[in-house]
């Protein structure tokens, strides 16, 4: 199999400030350092990129939060995207098989919004999915006036990954991923 990393809105005002992720300066380390391994095995790395033009985006096009939290090395792609699918109406597919993989370690924000998507994308076209635990984050679920309860972002994160069914790869640990 040939492993490609899906990097799902690392974006910059996903992770800093006050709209950040929950952990966010642990993820994006933890992340930074799984992609220089990454990059040393040779293993092709593809950026999506909320393209920020959705009404009340977070991360509105052109401002300093919709930049890639991360560095881009040579060769790598960058795709905007509109939708939480990352195959949907991007070059997402053809830039994989471009390379040849068909197995792919997503990791990202949000993980029960664009990771979950994309993940059901790639599954649905027939890619291995793999979704380590430590290499997808996303919101702190307040409660709610009509008595809904609060939710802690790592446990919207595992039902997340539970959402997913048994196909996917779910290792514990970015260390524990296999390039091949």
């Known amino acids: 199999m040939r492993t490609a990393v ?10 800093e400030g006050g709209a950040a992720v929950s952990g966010a300066a642990a993820f994006t380390a933890r992340i ?39 560095g881009v090395a040579d060769g790598e792609a ?11 109406d991007t070059d997402l597919h053809q830039t994989l ?21 994309t993940a059901r994308g790639a599954l649905d076209r027939g890619y291995a999915v793999v979704l380590p635990r430590e290499g997808h984050t996303t919101y702190d679920i307040p409660a709610d006036e009509a008595g809904g309860a609060a939710v802690p972002a790592a446990l919207v994160a595992r039902v997340a ?11 514990q640990s970015l260390d524990e991923v296999a390039w091949t």
């Open 6 to 15: 899906v990097v799902v809105d690392v974006q910059r005002g996903l992770v």
């Open 32 to 70: 930074d350092e799984f992609l220089g391994r990454a990059r040393a095995a040779g293993v092709p790395v593809v950026h999506l990129q909320d393209d920020g033009s959705a009404p009340g985006a977070l991360v509105r096009r052109g401002s300093e939060g919709w930049e890639l939290a991360l």
């Open 78 to 88: 960058v795709l905007p995207k509109a939708e939480d699918d990352g195959f949907r």
């Open 97 to 117: 098989q471009s390379w040849g993989a068909d197995r792919l370690v997503v990791v990202g924000i949000q993980s029960e919004m664009c990771v979950a998507a």
């Open 161 to 171: 990954e539970w959402s997913l069914g048994d196909t996917v790869e779910l290792p």
